[in-house]
């Protein structure tokens, strides 16, 4: 499939990489005809999703399964006014309806808009009016149901709102509509055929500062996840992919269907009410998965359980991205699995842009290198690009000769912050890092969260992975607090691992911990043990509610 897309598929160095990949993307892609139709005329059989939840229930999916399920939806979708352009919202966890309904909206020409289990009715309303969401298809959950009832009585945007997994009284029911649809679905044409540069899909960011923004991507989007899938990732064909992600996060379209289908992956959800990771373990164990990828903040908790006592030997590639992952980390599962996790970094905006490809050997505490679709430069505070050492701000130049794909095309409805972001030659993406002499990139953090301390600069990455080494610590967060003399200083929340508990001494502990493992100034003044860390729904620590926490005491 990814031949029809790419000049050249196998590579023999990161150099060869970087020089020979070459991606063209037809004007008329669209990845519901072009990817899964395809592979389903090319084997109705071929396996495309194995699908399971707490309950013991469990699904099997081909890609001629998913073709004509996505066909009558797309049929149902367009049976309630739904047309190209419209804006349709799905909350709806990992269930698999969700790859029914993306595939749907995709051939329909719709925008889809994922969302994730956790909005509130003002966060409903917020979306549906910015966004212009015409129809919402949501899980039966009575969080979800209830949110979306009280938001409906509030804005008059939301026509149409439909519930799968279960009736409620308001609701349209999934399954009713799409029975009696056909399973063909023609491919439209003229007007209604959707162009490469159409818009697809629109995510909403997290939020860690300020309201979310409308990342749009347009119908190139599935084809510039190649890369992640295939170099990154490492998916097989015939073979089980696991990315760890709710629906409504732009990992999962990272890891859950674009560059895997593409690839001809099996996707494997797990379609988990509460992550336990007991229950993860047990399931990449059962299913003999050959390629995982998750967040750190899921490895930092299943090692706290007994790894070494599950067969994990099936998997030949482990992953992760959403956050830089600490070298203690790293190398503790590599200990008990015999292979190392290879790291990628890359936003909502994008698909990979940094990370460990094949080609060379991943470095503890190293993001990587970059995919080759990007133009990547680290800036300086005085505008010019750095030197090895130096840390700078990255950047994505190049961008006068033509956004590449996977690439977003700007935030919804909002031509100035669309023009300050990607309407010159560079995009800044606010992370700072630097890169050594062969190349590798290390991520220091975002530009708000360096501290800045008697004259240092400190960035909180490198504390966090420090302190990750002490048993005591599951997981921290490092910021800068106020201080009258120092300006600022070194800050660490911290979860503490069962069996340990907060005390004058284990704080002591840990700040001499630090002062051994890193440069001494770095150490944390002031320690604070939490139960459980503030984070974005995308699983992200939000550093800046710490911040702006001890803003406010200060």
């Not at 818009?199 to 979310?212: D, E, I, K």
């Not at 002591?508 to 002031?526: C, D, F, S």
Request: net charge negative; aromatic share 12%; proline share 5%.
């Amino acid at each position: 499939m990814i031949e029809k897309y790419l000049e050249k598929t196998e590579f023999s160095s990161y150099e060869d990489f970087m020089e020979n990949y070459k991606v063209s993307v037809p004007d008329s892609f669209n990845f519901g005809f072009d990817v899964v139709d395809a592979w389903a005329a090319e084997d109705s059989s071929m396996p495309a999703l194995v699908w399971c939840d707490d309950s013991g229930s469990e699904r099997s999916f081909t890609f001629g399964d998913i073709s004509s399920l996505s066909n009558r939806a797309a049929n149902m979708f367009s049976s309630l006014g739904v047309k190209k352009g419209d804006v349709v919202m799905l909350i709806l966890r990992r269930r698999w309806e969700f790859w029914v309904c993306a595939v749907a909206l995709h051939k329909l020409g719709a925008i889809e808009v994922p969302a994730t289990l956790q909005l509130t009715k003002k966060d409903i309303v917020y979306r549906a009016e910015s966004a212009h969401i015409s129809t919402i298809v949501c899980v039966n959950d009575d969080f979800v149901l209830s949110q979306v009832e009280a938001a409906r009585k509030e804005t008059d945007a939301i026509k149409n709102a439909v519930v799968v997994g279960g009736t409620r009284q308001g609701f349209l029911y999934f399954d009713d509509l799409i029975a009696d649809q056909s399973d063909s679905f023609p491919r439209p044409t003229g007007e209604n055929a959707t162009k490469s540069t159409d818009t697809m899909l629109v995510y909403f960011t997290s939020g860690t500062t300020g309201m979310p923004k409308m990342v749009m991507h347009d119908y190139r989007y599935p084809v510039g996840q190649i890369v992640t899938a295939k170099y990154w990732q490492m998916v097989q064909k015939g073979k089980l992919h696991m990315s760890v992600s709710d629906s409504g996060w732009a990992k999962f379209g990272w890891g859950k269907i674009y560059g895997q289908w593409m690839c001809g992956a099996v996707i494997f959800a797990y379609d988990m009410l509460k992550f336990k990771p007991l229950e993860l373990l047990k399931r990449i164990e059962k299913y003999r998965l050959t390629t995982f990828c998750a967040p750190p903040t899921i490895y930092r908790f299943m090692l706290q359980e007994d790894v070494a006592s599950f067969d994990l030997s099936s998997v030949q590639r482990w992953c992760t991205a959403g956050e830089p992952i600490n070298p203690e980390v790293m190398r503790r599962w590599e200990e008990l699995t015999g292979r190392c996790i290879a790291e990628g970094f890359g936003q909502s905006e994008s698909t990979v842009m940094i990370a460990n490809f094949p080609w060379f050997e991943p470095r503890y505490g190293s993001t990587g290198k970059p995919a080759p679709l990007y133009n990547i430069q680290l800036i300086g505070p005085d505008g010019d690009y750095c030197e090895d050492g130096d840390e700078g701000e990255i950047a994505v130049t190049g961008l006068k000769n033509g956004s590449p794909p996977g690439l977003f095309r700007g935030y919804m409805y909002d031509e100035e912050r669309t023009r300050e972001a990607v309407g010159g030659d560079c995009y800044n993406l606010r992370d700072v890092a630097w890169r050594d002499s062969e190349g590798y990139y290390w991520f220091v953090g975002r530009h708000d969260d360096v501290i800045k301390c008697s004259g240092y600069r400190i960035g909180p990455f490198e504390v966090e992975s420090a302190l990750l080494e002490h048993p005591s610590v599951v997981e921290c967060a490092v910021t800068g607090a106020p201080d009258p003399v120092r300006g600022q200083v070194v800050k660490a929340t911290v979860v503490l691992a069962a069996g340990w508990k907060p005390s004058d001494e284990l704080i002591k502990e840990l700040q001499n911990h630090v002062k051994k493992v890193t440069a001494p100034y770095k150490y944390p003044r002031i320690v604070q043990f939490v139960d459980e860390l503030p984070k974005t729904v995308g699983g992200k620590i939000k550093r800046a509610e710490i911040r702006n926490s001890d803003l406010e005491k200060a």
